[in-house]
C-alpha cells in the first residue's frame, strides 16, 4: 500500500479517536463528579466489622454503612436516633425504646427490635462499656416489632451514654442474621441501615472504598449535629481513598484530584495555606492525647516512687514542639481528664506546674530503689510523634539517671511486644508510647487506660482499689455535677499512683477543597451528610 | 533446547523451596504479631490471645510451615488473615497496575538507555558522551522518592499537565492510562536508564575498537547500519544480562514508586501486609515475584542463543 499524507492524516485521526473515545466518554461519566466526595482519612479500613475491631477507621466506615441507637451531638449530648420514643423509669432500672417509623436494612427489609437486641448483645460482648452495662443487666428484650426493653439489675448512669458513645466499638446495629454471629469472628457482609450503602462492586480492600447514598434512609427531622440529628446526605458517593504518603495526598488535593484530606501534617500546612482553593478546619478540636505507660509488672516502676518520678521529668513542650512546631496545634494538660472536656480539673498537679525538676524525679528513683538497671523503652520508629517523643524522653530519663534503652521498632512490633508480660530481658518491656482520642481520654469508662484493674487491665497493667471504686462511683453517678466531683477524686489519688503519664495533647487540622462546605465538626468520626460539594 | 528448558525449571523447584522456608522463617521470627494488630488499640491481651487462637498464630511453628508448604503445593497461596480472601485474588486484583508499570518502565527505560549509551559510545569523549555519563551518574545517585516529589510538583502541581497520583485501567482508554503511568514509569525508569546506559556505553566501547567494526567503517558501511546491525548486536549480550537484573531492582523499586503516586499494585499491597503482619499475603507476593525473577533469568538465557548463535544449550 502507497502511503500518503493522506492516509498517514487520516490513520493518526482514527488513532486518536481510538485512543480518546474512552476518555470522552469517560469525561461524560465525571460529570457525576460534582457530587461524588473523594476523601482521605487517615488509615485503612482493617476491616468491615466495627464491632469486632477498636481500630478507628472501622467505625468510620461502621458511621457510614450502620446506624446507632442513640448518637451524640456536638455538644457531647446523647439524643435519640434510631430510637424515636424512649423512657426511662422513675427507679432508672427500665429502659423502654421505641424505634422510629421506616427504618429499613440495606436490603430492603425492616429494622425490628429482634436485630436490635441482637445487635447490642454482640456489641456488648466486645466493647468495655457494654460489658459492665451487661453484667449490671437482669433483662433485654424485643417486646413487640418495634420496642426494645432492657432491665437493669442495679442502676447504672451510663446506659445511654455507652449506646451513644462515639469510642470503639461504637453500638452499630445490625440485621440479627449478622449480629448472632460470634463476637470472636468478623463479620465481612455489609448490610446497615445508615444513610449510605457499600458498593462492593467498586471497592477495592487496601485501595479504595465507595460508599454510595443510601435513597430508602429515612432521616430525623432536627437538624444534624455530631453524629445526632438528621442525617441528610446531599452528595451522592463518598469515595475513601487510600494514599499512604501524605506528601502525594496533599499534592493531590492541590490539584482537585481528591476533595477532603482528615490529618495534614504540620509540616505541610504552610504548602495548604498558601492554596486558595483549600481551606483548613479544625474538625476535631480535642485531638489526641499523648501517653506514656509504665509496666506495673516490673522494677522499676513496680514502685510507686518510680512512677511519681516520671512526672517531674516529662516537659510537655519539648515533645509537643518537637513534632507539631506550632503551638496553636498544641497544649500542655496536667489533667487525668483530656483538657477541654468536662472533667478537666487541677487536683493534684503542683508537679505539673513547675518546671521538670530532675533532681526531684532522680531522689524519687534513688527512693525506689533504683540502682541503673537497665530501663527498656520501646520506640514505635514508623510513627512521628511516637518516634521523637521516644528520643525526648529518653534523653529526659537520663537526666534523672536512668539507664534507659531505646529499642526502634515498627508500632506493629510496639504492639506485639507491649502484650509481653516477661521482665524487660526476656522479650518484655518498661516504657511505650502512644496515644488516645481526646473524648476517650477525657472519660474514666471510655477509655481501656482508665482502669486500673490491674492484671486484667490494659497494657501496663496499673491496680489500684480507690480507683476502681471511684471509677465505678462516676459510673453510677447520674448528674455531670457529681461526676465532676468524683473526676477530682479520681484524679487527686491517680496522681499519686500514677496510672501513666502524659506528654502532651494536640490536633491536627483537616484540609478540604473550598467548594466542600458544611462539614459537621466531630471528635472521633467524620460524618459525610450535611456536607455539600457546591 | 527443550530439555535444557525442562532441566531449568525443575532446578527452580529447590530454589523455591528454599525461598518458601526463608520468607516463612523470617517473617514468623521477626517481631510482630498479626492478632494484636487486628485487635486494635484498645484490645485486652485476652482478646489478642482469642485472635491468635483463630487464626492458628498459637500453633507450633513446623505446623504451620506444614500447613502453608501443603497448600503451596497444591497451588494454594492461602487467605489473607485480615480480609479473608484468597491471596490468589487479591494478587490478581493489584496486578495490572504492577504489571503497567513494569512493563512501561522497562519499555522506557531499553529504549532511552540503549540510544544514550550508543550514542555516548559513538562520541565518546565529547560533550554528549560527558552529558549522557552525568546523567547516568545522576539517575544511580537520586533516590526513587525524590524524583518521584520533584516531577509531581513539576508536571502535576505546577504545570498540570499530569496527575499526582492513582490507576486507571485499561480498559478506560490508551490515553487515561498513560497518563497516570508517566510519571512514575519516569521515576522508576530513571535508575535503570541510567544503569544499562553505562553498560551499553562500555560493551559499545569495546566492541567499536574490534577489528571487524573497523573494516565494516573501511568497507564504507553508514554510521547507522554499522552502530546497530553490526556494534549493537554484538554488545547486545551483557546489555541483555543487566536488563534482566534489572527486573529484580524493579520489584523493589515498585514498591516505593507506587507509594509515591498512589498506585493500587503489589508494591503497595505487601506493605500494607507488612505493617499488618499479614503473613499469607508477604509469603504469597514473595513466592510469586521470586518465580516472576527465576522466568526472566531463564527467558535471558534463552535469549543469548538468538543475539549469539555460537551459544549453545
Known amino acids: 500500500m502507497k502511503t500518503t499524507r493522506r492516509s498517514v492524516l487520516t490513520n493518526t485521526a482514527a488513532a486518536a479517536a481510538i485512543i480518546g473515545a474512552p476518555a470522552i466518554a469517560k469525561g461524560q461519566v465525571r460529570r457525576g463528579e460534582q457530587r461524588t466526595i473523594r476523601a482521605v482519612m487517615h488509615g485503612d479500613i482493617p476491616t468491615f466489622d466495627p464491632i469486632w475491631t477498636t481500630a478507628n477507621m472501622s467505625a468510620y466506615h461502621g458511621g457510614m454503612v450502620y446506624d446507632t441507637l442513640f448518637g451524640i451531638d456536638a455538644d457531647s449530648s446523647v439524643k435519640p436516633q434510631m430510637v424515636g420514643k424512649y423512657d426511662v423509669s422513675a427507679d ?8 422510629r417509623d421506616g427504618l429499613k436494612w440495606h436490603d430492603g427489609t425492616a429494622v425490628t427490635a429482634r436485630d436490635c437486641v441482637a445487635s447490642l ?59 448472632m454471629t ?29 460508599y454510595d447514598k443510601n435513597p ?64 483548613l478546619e479544625m474538625l476535631n478540636v480535642l485531638g489526641q492525647v499523648g501517653l506514656i505507660r509504665v509496666n506495673y509488672l516490673h522494677p522499676p516502676f513496680n514502685n510507686v516512687k518510680a512512677r511519681q518520678a516520671m512526672l517531674y521529668l516529662i516537659n510537655q513542650e519539648n515533645h509537643m514542639k518537637a513534632t507539631f512546631a506550632d503551638a496553636k496545634y498544641y497544649r500542655q494538660c496536667g489533667s487525668l481528664f483530656t483538657c477541654g472536656t468536662a472533667m478537666e480539673n487541677d487536683a493534684n498537679t503542683d508537679w505539673f506546674k513547675g518546671k521538670p525538676n530532675y533532681a526531684k524525679a532522680k531522689q524519687l528513683f534513688a527512693e525506689a530503689g533504683y540502682k541503673g538497671e537497665e530501663v527498656t523503652l520501646l520506640q514505635a520508629t514508623n510513627i512521628d510523634y511516637m518516634r521523637n517523643s521516644a528520643d525526648i524522653l529518653a534523653q529526659e530519663l537520663r537526666q534523672a539517671g536512668v539507664n534507659v534503652k531505646v529499642i526502634p521498632m515498627d508500632w506493629s512490633g510496639v504492639v506485639t511486644r507491649r502484650a509481653v508480660k516477661t521482665p524487660p530481658d526476656q522479650g518484655g518491656w518498661n516504657i511505650f508510647l502512644t496515644s488516645a482520642g481526646g473524648p476517650a481520654v477525657g472519660h474514666p469508662i471510655a477509655l481501656g487506660a482508665h ?35 468524683i473526676a477530682v477524686e479520681m484524679q487527686a489519688n491517680a496522681w499519686n499512683f500514677v496510672p501513666h503519664v502524659y506528654f502532651g495533647q494536640w490536633t491536627q487540622p483537616a484540609a478540604m477543597r473550598t467548594n466542600i462546605t458544611n462539614m459537621l465538626r466531630m471528635a472521633e468520626m467524620v460524618p459525610w451528610w450535611n456536607v455539600e460539594k457546591v | 533446547m527443550i530439555a535444557y528448558i525442562v532441566r531449568r525449571l525443575l532446578s527452580t523447584v529447590p530454589v523455591m523451596f528454599i525461598v518458601a522456608v526463608c520468607v516463612f522463617l523470617l517473617l514468623h521470627l521477626a517481631p510482630g504479631d498479626p492478632a494484636a494488630i487486628m485487635a486494635g488499640d484498645n484490645a485486652t491481651p485476652q482478646n489478642i490471645a482469642q485472635i491468635r487462637q483463630k487464626l492458628g498464630l498459637d500453633e507450633p511453628l513446623w505446623r504451620q510451615f506444614g500447613t502453608w508448604m501443603f497448600s503451596l503445593a497444591s497451588g494454594d497461596l492461602g487467605e489473607s488473615m485480615f480480609w479473608r480472601t484468597s491471596v490468589t485474588t487479591l494478587i490478581g486484583q493489584r496486578a495490572e497496575p ?24 559513538w562520541k565518546a569523549g565529547t560533550g554528549i558522551d560527558r552529558f549522557v555519563m552525568g546523567f547516568a551518574v545522576m539517575g544511580f545517585s537520586v533516590p526513587v522518592f525524590v524524583v518521584g516529589y520533584l516531577l509531581i510538583y513539576c508536571f502535576a502541581i505546577w504545570l498540570r499537565w499530569l496527575p499526582v497520583q492513582g490507576y486507571t485501567p485499561i480498559e478506560e482508554g490508551l490515553g487515561p492510562w498513560l497518563r497516570n503511568l508517566v510519571l512514575p514509569t519516569i521515576t522508576l525508569g530513571l535508575v535503570y536508564v541510567a544503569l544499562i546506559a553505562r553498560i551499553t556505553r562500555a560493551t559499545m566501547l569495546d566492541v567499536l575498537a574490534e577489528d571487524y567494526m573497523r573494516t565494516a567503517r573501511a568497507k564504507g558501511v553508514a554510521t547507522a547500519p554499522m552502530l546497530l546491525k553490526h556494534a549493537l548486536k554484538n554488545a547486545a549480550v551483557p546489555i541483555v544480562t543487566v536488563i534482566g537484573i534489572g527486573v529484580a531492582l524493579l520489584i523493589g523499586g515498585v514498591v516505593i514508586t507506587e507509594t509515591v503516586f498512589n498506585i493500587p499494585g503489589i508494591g503497595r499491597l505487601v506493605v500494607d501486609a507488612i505493617q499488618r503482619r499479614d503473613y499469607p499475603i508477604i509469603q504469597g507476593v514473595i513466592m510469586v515475584f521470586s518465580g516472576i525473577y527465576v522466568l526472566v533469568n531463564l527467558l535471558v538465557d534463552l535469549s543469548y542463543t538468538f543475539f549469539d548463535p555460537r551459544i549453545r544449550y
Not at chain 1, 432508672?92 to 424505634?99: D, G, I, S
Request: aromatic letters at 6%; one cysteine or more; glycine letters at 6%.
Open chain 2, 98 to 121: 504492577t504489571i503497567s508499570l513494569a512493563i512501561t518502565t522497562i519499555i522506557f527505560a531499553v529504549v532511552i538507555a540503549i540510544t544514550l549509551g550508543v550514542v555516548a559510545a
Open chain 1, 216 to 279: 430508602n434512609y429515612v432521616p430525623r427531622s432536627d437538624a444534624a449535629s455530631g453524629i445526632a440529628g438528621g442525617k441528610i446526605v446531599k452528595v451522592d458517593r463518598v469515595i475513601y481513598q487510600v494514599m499512604p504518603d501524605s506528601q502525594t495526598a496533599v499534592a493531590a488535593l492541590q490539584t482537585g484530584e481528591i476533595d477532603f484530606l482528615e490529618l495534614v501534617p504540620i509540616d505541610l500546612v504552610g504548602q495548604l495555606q498558601s492554596d486558595k482553593n483549600v481551606k
Open chain 1, 92 to 99: 432508672q432500672l427500665t429502659y423502654t425504646m421505641e424505634l
Open chain 1, 182 to 210: 460470634d463476637p470472636m469472628q468478623k463479620i465481612d457482609t455489609v448490610v446497615g441501615s445508615g444513610p449510605f450503602t457499600l458498593n462492593m462492586a467498586e471497592t477495592k480492600p487496601g485501595s479504595q472504598y465507595v
Open chain 1, 121 to 179: 448483645r454482640r456489641w456488648s460482648a466486645r466493647d468495655g462499656a457494654g460489658q459492665i452495662l451487661m453484667s449490671r443487666a437482669k433483662d433485654l428484650v424485643a417486646k413487640d416489632e418495634k420496642t426494645i426493653v432492657l432491665t437493669m439489675k442495679e442502676r447504672w448512669g451510663l446506659v445511654l451514654d455507652s449506646l451513644a458513645k462515639t469510642a470503639t466499638p461504637v453500638c452499630f446495629m445490625m440485621r440479627e442474621k449478622e449480629a
Open chain 1, 451 to 485: 482502669a486500673a484493674s490491674g492484671d486484667k487491665g490494659w497494657f501496663g497493667w496499673p491496680a489500684d482499689a480507690k480507683h476502681e471504686e471511684l471509677r465505678n462511683a462516676w459510673a453510677l453517678a447520674t448528674t455531670i455535677e457529681e461526676r465532676k466531683k
